[in-house]
């Protein structure tokens, strides 16, 4: 849930490496795997920066709980390979997928473009915002932001480079299972407007689906994709650490269980949990935020994280079907506002017509069961607002009937200079073996995700659990909701940009792309993305300068640790430090609890991991501290310990490093 108020692309096709990656061939079906994953970092500015997801200014980073990354899964025949990337982000915004293709054409040519790239986000709503070039999803941001964009577009990027690095023939598996006590539907008055048929697909009025694949090289687990839906929202919108919420902890707690450290070099396992149709899937059971199962959003996010994780070594541990067959793709830009649907797509069997984007005004209260979003206070501006003009535009009556039922708050396709949303949008079907990968730019709802995988199973005569809706996928245009849903004007009904008709839209073109798939046939590109990246504008506060309080320096301690701790205590020390805009750490850490080893300290714990928090307080101008916890874990070896803070100082000259040290203590 995003609570908004809120040419390289062309080209490739005409390569001749491009026309062969544009489908498999016989000889390919009967031909064995390569496969590789990657993973790197994507956290962005760990202070002073907009949090991404709930739309709430005052919703600004000042720490970091765990790190958020990108896990990359190549897999590759002689003549065909496909590359997908899960990230712990709000959203995948179309920025930074074409900032991505454009790296990734640097270095590869037209091996990896965006025919054969699915990038998608886990939908944390607990990441760094200003990635987008769409003043919809930057305006509680305070506009563009180009630190947090830079570190998704090379964390990104880099995953991929290693997945390619290390492609070695390996196997695919495919493993099944269910999950009933991650999810709940929160908007269940626009479910039940539903036919009868769709509903009885989802008795328990959530999509419990678990769809499992594990990947190794040489007999030797590497990594695993397990899909399951549910909101990144555990976490509330007042939380103000960096966090990859639930299923950035799903993904930790695998790794570091098969022996991944993520600042050890290559890891030794790659999992990650993507979303599939998680519109109106929430993971807080109680209907309230941050409620469900307990009341502490911490505990949730491990507890839905966990149940997620089990679930899904359960279906990997049980992954006996092997994934084989040719490796397809096809891909095509549609502008969403301008699809003329046939009848066949739509509840009356008429002719219609998609809208120019606009929200709706129950949208502007968010989802009550998530987070609800919170506007200014009265006599309060936003700069980044009032720069575009404001949110006042009129309302066309044109407009309005396309958007009908729908009271239309903000016409975000009319605005100017240019709409606040995409509508040129990308839309992706991936082959690998018997399963296929729907790659669509929005949030479905259940319903909406299951009309279109029918849709593309019809079409290609594939069993309906082989076709998964990958939402999130390569851009990001808000909700999509069945008509029926639309109609009831719920938040994710008043959330579907281009009006009652968005989602049969969706199925027409994505059956058509599944046409193409299934006889071999090419699909013209479509029109061309905007690129806005000369067009940006931020007015979020930079570094000026740093300076320690008076008679101390950075990397001083402020509160010093106790000489022992028992497991299960917490460790607290701070430190002087300086702003965490100065480096962003990326692949490193801001904090290490180290382990004294025979004569020598060894990193025990960093900024990574679930029993660290680095919290960062701006104390006085240009003064901060640091707060650094350590959760000590039940099974923490007894020895001598300590807490390290490496942190960044700016003066008027430049920026320099520093380190901080704690006392030892003792932990029995």
């Not at 690095?165 to 269910?178: C, H, M, V």
């Not at 070099?265 to 199962?293: H, I, R, W, Y």
């Not at 069961?369 to 607002?385: A, I, K, T, Y």
Request: glycine share 10%; net charge negative.
């Amino acid at each position: 849930m995003l609570v908004s108020r809120r040419s390289l692309l062309a080209g490739a096709a005409a390569t001749p490496l491009a026309a062969t990656l544009l489908g498999s061939t016989t000889a390919a079906a009967q031909e064995g795997f390569q496969v590789g994953v990657g993973l790197s970092d994507v956290t962005g500015p760990a202070a002073e920066c907009g949090m991404m997801g709930y739309s709430m200014p005052q919703q600004q980073t000042a720490g970091i709980h765990q790190r958020t990354r990108a896990r990359a899964y190549i897999v590759a025949t002689s003549t065909a390979r496909i590359v997908y990337v899960n990230a712990d982000l709000g959203a995948l915004f179309q920025a930074v997928h074409q900032g991505v293709l454009a790296r990734l054409a640097e270095k590869y040519g037209d091996l990896y473009t965006e025919r054969n790239v699915l990038l998608n986000a886990t939908h944390t709503h607990a990441g760094c915002g200003g990635s987008s070039w769409y003043a919809a999803y930057n305006l509680s941001i305070l506009g563009f932001q180009q630190q947090t964009y830079d570190a998704q577009v090379a964390g990104i990027a880099e995953a991929i480079e290693q997945a390619h690095d290390n492609l070695a023939p390996g196997t695919i598996t495919l493993g099944r299972g269910e999950l009933t006590d991650a999810s709940v539907n929160r908007s269940c008055t626009a479910f039940e407007l539903n036919p009868q048929a769709d509903k009885d697909h989802f008795p328990l009025s959530i999509d419990p689906a678990v769809t499992v694949l594990r990947f190794t090289q040489g007999g030797r687990d590497v990594g695993a994709i397990a899909w399951f839906a549910t909101h990144g929202t555990s976490m509330t919108n007042g939380n103000k650490l960096i966090s990859g919420d639930n299923k950035g902890y799903a993904a930790y707690a695998w790794e570091h269980g098969r022996g991944t450290r993520y600042l050890d070099g290559e890891p030794a396992f790659v999992a990650c949990f993507p979303q599939t149709n998680s519109g109106d899937m929430s993971p807080n059971l109680n209907l309230k935020p941050g409620s469900g199962p307990t009341e502490d959003e911490f505990e949730n996010t491990r507890i839905i994280g966990e149940r997620q994780f089990t679930a899904a070594r359960t279906a990997y541990d049980n992954a006996a079907t092997p994934v084989e067959g040719p490796l397809d793709f096809r891909f095509c830009y549609v502008d969403m506002s301008k699809v003329t649907v046939d009848g066949r797509f739509t509840p009356d069997g008429k002719q219609h017509t998609t809208a120019t984007a606009a929200i709706g005004v129950s949208m502007l209260a968010g989802s009550t069961e998530d987070g609800p979003g919170l506007p200014l206070p009265e006599g309060v501006r936003n700069p980044f607002l009032d720069a575009l003009g404001g949110m006042d535009a009129p309302i066309p009556r044109a407009l309005a009937d396309a958007q009908a039922p729908k009271v239309v708050a903000v016409p975000f396709g009319a605005m100017k200079p240019y709409p606040w949303a995409p509508d040129v949008l990308p839309l992706q079907i991936l082959r690998l073996g018997q399963l296929y990968l729907v790659g669509g730019p929005a949030e479905y709802t259940i319903v909406a995700g299951l009309r279109i995988r029918r849709a593309v199973a019809a079409e290609l005569g594939a069993p309906l659990e082989n076709v998964i809706m990958q939402g999130y996928a390569n851009a990001y245009s808000q909700y999509v909701t069945t008509p029926e849903e639309y109609d009831s004007q719920q938040y994710e009904g008043a959330s579907t940009l281009f009006g009652r008709y968005t989602l049969p839209a969706y199925q027409q073109e994505f059956a058509r792309l599944a046409a193409a798939m299934r006889t071999g046939a090419s699909v013209p590109h479509g029109p061309v993305p905007r690129d806005l990246s000369d067009d940006q504008l931020t007015f979020q506060p930079g570094v000026v300068v740093d300076s320690p309080p008076l008679l101390k320096r950075f990397g001083d301690v402020l509160t010093e640790a106790r000489g022992s701790y028992r497991r299960g205590e917490q460790v607290l020390v701070e430190f002087v430090t300086g702003h965490p805009k100065n480096d962003l750490h990326r692949n490193g850490t801001f904090l290490e609890v180290q382990r004294l080893d025979g004569e020598r300290w060894v990193r025990h714990a960093d900024d990574g991991d679930w029993a660290t928090k680095y919290r960062w307080t701006r104390t006085f101008l240009a003064e901060s501290k640091a707060a650094i916890t350590w959760d000590i874990p039940a099974g923490t070896p007894i020895g001598k310990y300590r807490i390290v803070h490496t942190g960044d100082a700016k003066s008027l000259t430049g920026t320099t490093a520093f380190t901080g040290t704690s006392r030892a203590f003792v932990v029995s």
